[in-house]
């Protein structure tokens, strides 16, 4: 690697910015919670009960189940196996098992990983199907095996195609993509069936507060409660902690630089998981506060936008760092960075999504509720 010391101090210089961030979030939250909790428990007479406003208003709606709820459980799922496949990578990589010049051991690794990952992805996707109150199983295990592959999937062969048409070496071989194939049928939808079985078998997580039959209606929103302005600000902080590692591993792969520092990529993995946890939570504590419970798919949005920006800054470093003239490798390089930002998308989404659950479960408990 070039520039050392520069890597060193924007990369210290990114992990104080973010930890200073995650430091401060968490303290706002303890103690804005910890207040509100402590107020609510001590409300005696039926008068106040009913003057009360901020999130515990919601709590007969806030468990409700989304629009597409089948679809969230997917994407949660999705997001799941990313994360399992990129948790055992880095560690691996960490320890010193997966050399960095050998990028075809990295990526064969990443691929048997995502294949075997397949189990978590069907048990999460049905716990959280049974938690909505769904019983299609089946359906939703089978659309976790395709949705996801299959479109990477179509992406990969579309752009393979083009590589074929220009007669150039670095086509994948028709028995490789016949392998890969394979492995998918063969492994991964298996093992996302029986994922979703063990998973469906399992009782229904209850919830904390009971639902009511009828829903609330949500109130006028001020202008930054609305949902695609707090979505598109919930992405920027994520990406911002991965940003400066996301130029080495740009040019490690477009540049032909290697990267060999995974123990720093590993701490870096580490603040995106706490700061896509933090971000979403804060702005999904805001949104129950301004009385708005369809937090659902919004919690794994507004993390998940960070890929949004990760695929911004890919065409920012297609027009100032490299030198592409031809239209087929410009292709390539599009296509591939979709293929990374989708993904990017499902993993930081389902973090965010998570931490959302945890934390609304939490704080419903610990009021008492009449």
């Known amino acids: 690697m070039t520039d050392d010391q520069i890597h060193w101090f924007s990369i210290?210089?990114?992990?104080?910015?973010?930890?200073?961030?995650?430091?401060?979030?968490?303290?706002?939250?303890?103690?804005?919670?910890?207040?509100?909790?402590?107020?609510?428990?001590?409300l005696e007479t039926q008068e106040e009960a009913q003057e009360e406003t901020g999130w515990?208003?919601?709590?007969?709606?806030?468990?409700?189940?989304?629009?597409?709820?089948?679809?969230?459980?997917?994407?949660?799922g999705t997001g799941v196996q990313f994360f399992g496949m990129m948790l055992v990578t880095m560690v691996f990589a960490v320890l010193g098992f997966l050399s960095p010049s050998n990028r075809g051991g990295?990526?064969?690794?990443?691929?048997?990983?995502?294949?075997?990952?397949?189990?978590?992805?069907?048990?999460?996707?049905?716990?959280?199907?049974?938690?909505?109150?769904?019983?299609?199983w089946k359906n939703i295990a089978l659309r976790t095996a395709f949705t996801f592959p299959g479109s990477v999937f179509t992406v990969f062969f579309f752009?393979?195609?083009?590589?074929?048409?220009?007669?150039?070496?670095?086509?994948v071989p028709f028995t490789t993509m016949f392998a890969l194939v394979l492995l998918w049928f063969g492994i991964s939808v298996p093992l996302v069936f029986v994922g979703s079985y063990l998973g469906f078998k399992k009782p229904a997580i209850e919830d904390p507060v009971k639902t009511n039959k009828i829903p609330r209606q949500?109130?006028?929103?001020?202008?930054?409660?609305?949902?695609?302005?707090?979505?598109?600000?919930?992405g920027?902080?994520?990406?911002?902690?991965?940003?400066?590692?996301?130029?080495?591993?740009?040019?490690?792969?477009?540049?032909?630089?290697?990267?060999?520092?995974?123990?720093?990529?590993?701490?870096?993995?580490?603040?995106?998981?706490?700061?896509?946890?933090?971000?979403?939570i804060v702005l999904c504590y805001f949104q129950l506060c301004s009385e708005d419970y369809l937090w659902w798919w919004?919690?794994?949005?507004?993390?998940?936008?960070?890929?949004?920006?990760l695929f911004l800054y890919a065409t920012f470093y297609f027009y100032t760092k490299l030198e592409i003239t031809k239209f087929v490798s410009a292709i390539l390089y599009f296509g591939y960075m979709l293929i990374a930002?989708?993904?990017f998308f499902a993993l930081t989404g389902t973090i965010g999504f998570y931490a959302c659950l945890m934390f609304t479960r939490l704080i419903y408990s610990s009021v008492k509720i009449e």
Not at 56 to 62: A, C, M
């Open 218 to 234: 949500v109130p006028e929103q001020a202008w930054y409660m609305n949902s695609i302005f707090s979505i598109l600000i919930g």
């Open 341 to 343: 930002s989708y993904a």
């Open 106 to 136: 990295l990526m064969t690794a990443m691929l048997l990983l995502w294949v075997f990952m397949g189990l978590l992805a069907g048990y999460s996707s049905s716990r959280l199907y049974k938690l909505f109150k769904g019983s299609e």
């Open 236 to 280: 920027i902080l994520p990406f911002g902690a991965v940003f400066i590692e996301l130029f080495f591993i740009l040019t490690s792969i477009w540049l032909h630089q290697f990267y060999y520092i995974f123990g720093f990529l590993f701490l870096v993995f580490l603040i995106l998981i706490v700061t896509c946890a933090e971000i979403s």
């Open 159 to 171: 752009l393979n195609i083009l590589i074929w048409g220009q007669k150039s070496s670095g086509a």
């Open 12 to 42: 210290v210089n990114s992990l104080m910015i973010v930890l200073f961030l995650s430091g401060m979030v968490a303290m706002i939250m303890l103690r804005t919670l910890y207040r509100d909790i402590s107020k609510y428990n001590q």
């Open 298 to 309: 919004r919690s794994y949005l507004t993390s998940g936008s960070s890929a949004l920006y």
């Open 56 to 76: 515990k208003l919601v709590h007969g709606d806030v468990f409700r189940p989304p629009a597409n709820s089948d679809w969230l459980c997917v994407y949660v």
